[in-house]
């Protein structure tokens, strides 16, 4: 079943169709002609080669400056600044997956197992895998794994099959979302090293090798350089900070908006402008959330170069406009309420049952 209950207004109206056409095309295949008229599909080498550029120098220069100044607790203000780099390091590697940067997928796949699993320690194979699938089936609670239950649960229905520790947290989970988030950049290590062990991973000993040596060199550099207990807190600081920013880019795009489940699975533009959360802003916004906040732009069209989704939003809109389909966007700081206030929502029954008891 489909559910709009928990979403904004302006979703929950909507009706999802199958998107055909009298004339026996689709509503995304006419989107398609007039993206691809604009060239918004094309390409942009010199604009991925100065970005690739930025940040594999604000690494090095990061690394540097760790160096340079040695055992001292002004470290920890090169930890908050090394995790808005491995942040945005992150956000290339989403790029490669996506093909935005390189037609082959062989050559994406060299650039992303270098910048994700040897420059941040992230599996690029599990990651790809498990975007992959998000991409297909936003919101599905069945086919996403972004909302399967885990720590937290997204719908009532999971709150009230939850038990362990989502059945703990779940009551208070938007109180406690992004205190959680400080584990995020941990639990990514984790999840790699997980998928590297498995048989089933491809270019495991490759990914494997790349992961291992981030990790070695990692670990090797703050203690080296730093005493034990300024190591200890460098490591905490910028793997709590890395956590948070990852999720406060990812949060926004998603959360609190329609889901589906079972067999309901409307047709690919609905499918993907439904569960999307565009957010406004400026030069700014577009740098820090990577180009994510046109989240709407992005699901659409994967592989398009992030530079061009600012440009796509306003066909896009138009378009959704002219056949009827709801385009949710907001402000950044609304976007985490609206985030917020859902997770608190669906928590309900939890905090019913422990009311009960």
């Not at 709009?4 to 004339?23: K, W």
């Not at 002609?33 to 080669?49: E, F, M, N, S, V």
């Not at 309901?264 to 609905?270: E, G, I, S, T």
């Not at 378009?319 to 929502?345: N, Q």
């Amino acid at each position: 079943m489909t559910t709009f209950s928990d979403a904004p207004a302006a979703a929950s109206a909507a009706v999802p169709d199958r998107g055909h056409r009298p004339d026996g095309g689709s509503d995304f295949a006419r989107l398609s002609q007039r993206i691809t008229a604009a060239g918004l599909l094309r390409r942009r080498p010199r604009y991925y080669a100065a970005r690739l550029t930025v940040v594999t120098g604000l690494l090095a220069g990061g690394w540097a400056a760790f160096v340079a100044i040695g055992d001292s607790w002004w470290q920890l203000a090169v930890a908050a600044v090394m995790a808005l780099v491995f942040g945005q390091i992150a956000l290339v590697a989403h790029d490669l997956a996506h093909r935005q940067v390189f037609r082959q997928q062989s050559t994406s796949a060299i650039w992303g197992r270098l910048f994700g699993n040897l420059g941040i320690g992230m599996s690029y194979g599990w990651w790809m895998n498990k975007h992959t699938r998000h991409h297909a089936n936003p919101n599905h609670e069945e086919l996403d794994p972004d909302v399967a239950p885990d720590i937290l649960v997204w719908s009532t229905d999971q709150a009230r099959d939850s038990s362990g520790l989502a059945r703990f947290i779940g009551g208070h989970q938007a109180f406690l979302f992004f205190p959680l988030l400080t584990l995020e950049g941990f639990n990514l290590h984790v999840s790699s090293a997980r998928a590297l062990l498995s048989p089933s991973m491809k270019s495991r000993r490759l990914e494997g090798g790349l992961f291992l040596l981030h990790m070695t060199a990692y670990l090797s550099t703050l203690f080296l350089v730093l005493s034990p207990g300024r190591a200890i807190a460098f490591l905490a600081v910028h793997q709590c900070l890395f956590g948070v920013y990852l999720g406060s880019i990812f949060a926004p795009n998603h959360k609190g908006m329609p889901t589906f489940s079972g067999d309901d699975r409307p047709d690919f533009l609905r499918r993907q402008v439904l569960t999307s959360r565009n957010v406004r802003g400026g030069a700014v916004t577009d740098v820090l959330l990577g180009g994510l906040n046109y989240q709407i732009e992005h699901h659409l069209f994967p592989s398009m170069p992030s530079p061009h989704l600012r440009r796509a939003r306003t066909v896009v809109r138009a378009y959704c406009e002219e056949i009827g389909v709801p385009y949710h966007e907001t402000g950044l700081l609304r976007s985490y309420r609206e985030a917020l206030t859902h997770l608190h929502r669906v928590g309900a029954p939890i905090r019913q049952l422990r009311r009960a008891t």
